[in-house]
Nanobody, 128 residues
Framework: QVQLVQSGGGLVQAGGSLRLSCAAS????????MGWFRQAPGKERGFVAG????????KYAESVKGRFTISRDNAGKTVYLQMNSLKPEDTAVYYC?????????????????????WGQGTQVTVSS
């Protein structure tokens, strides 16, 4: 059984930075594709960033490209989301997710149902 425990988040002013962490336990972390998603009130959960198993290939939503960076530490079983130049529209609950099936993907999955384990969520609020 895979468990994902998130930390980080909170309240920050526009233009500020935050780092989210997601620590995994159970299974073989290095074989997981990891993603970050977010959900604002009244909106569907949407893809923010993802990273393939080796950590070499990453993908970002257009709205965060150039501001957010996803990274992973396979030895430490942790994935990170560094968020810089935050905007009020980045306000949401952020979730980390793991795709653990071992399926070969030619492109990094970006749909929530392609991931099978989820963190508990953490609130990020950006004030203007």
């Amino acid at each position: 059984q895979v468990q994902l425990v998130q930390s980080g988040g909170g309240l920050v002013q526009a233009g500020g930075s935050l780092r989210l962490s997601c620590a995994a336990s159970g299974g073989t972390f290095s074989t997981y594709i990891m993603g970050w998603f977010r959900q604002a009130p009244g909106k569907e959960r949407g893809f923010v960033a993802g990273i393939m198993r080796s950590g070499v290939i990453t993908k970002y939503a257009e709205s965060v490209k150039g501001r957010f960076t996803i990274s992973r530490d396979n030895a430490g079983k942790t994935v990170y989301l560094q968020m810089n130049s935050l905007k009020p529209e980045d306000t949401a609950v952020y979730y980390c997710a793991a795709e653990t099936s071992g399926t070969y993907y030619s492109m990094l999955p970006v749909i929530p149902h392609e991931y099978d384990y989820w963190g508990q969520g953490t609130q990020v609020t950006v004030s203007s």
